[in-house]
């Protein structure tokens, strides 16, 4: 069965750094590209970076450009999203996902999900 489990999320204070990291299994992983996606209470779920399966083309949300970086090694099959400089906005769950086709960071192409880990910013 397809499994994608998150891990990394916490509590931190604004300006501190997390790493997630999301292991997969199941699926061709070096076949998919991989995603970061958030949602805070009351909001819609949003892309936050995305990365191609094998050139390391990258996509991230304009909000995090520059604080953070998207990785993934296919050997693990597992995807990283270092995030540093955290403000109270990022304060969400944050979910792994994998899509065969999608050529942006769209959750709608997306076709597996985790099930999130917690990030929680304080001010």
């Known amino acids: 069965e397809v499994q994608l489990v998150e891990s990394g999320g916490g509590l931190v204070q604004a300006g501190g750094s997390l790493r997630l990291s999301c292991a997969a299994s199941?699926?061709?992983?070096?076949?998919?590209?991989m995603g970061w996606f958030r949602q805070a209470p009351g909001k819609e779920r949003e892309g936050v970076s995305c990365?191609?399966?094998?050139?390391?083309?990258?996509y991230y949300r304009d909000s995090v450009k520059g604080r953070s970086a998207i990785s993934r090694d296919n050997a693990k099959n597992t995807v990283y999203l270092q995030m540093n400089s955290l403000k109270p906005e990022d304060t969400a769950v944050y979910y792994c996902?994998?899509?065969?086709?999608?050529?942006?960071?769209?959750?709608?192409?997306?076709?597996?999900w985790g099930q999130g880990t917690q990030v929680t910013v304080s001010s």
């Open positions: 996902a994998a899509s065969r086709y999608g050529s942006i960071c769209d959750p709608y192409e997306y076709d597996y």
């Open positions: 199941g699926f061709r992983f070096d076949n998919y590209v």
């Open positions: 990365i191609s399966h094998s050139d390391g083309s990258t």
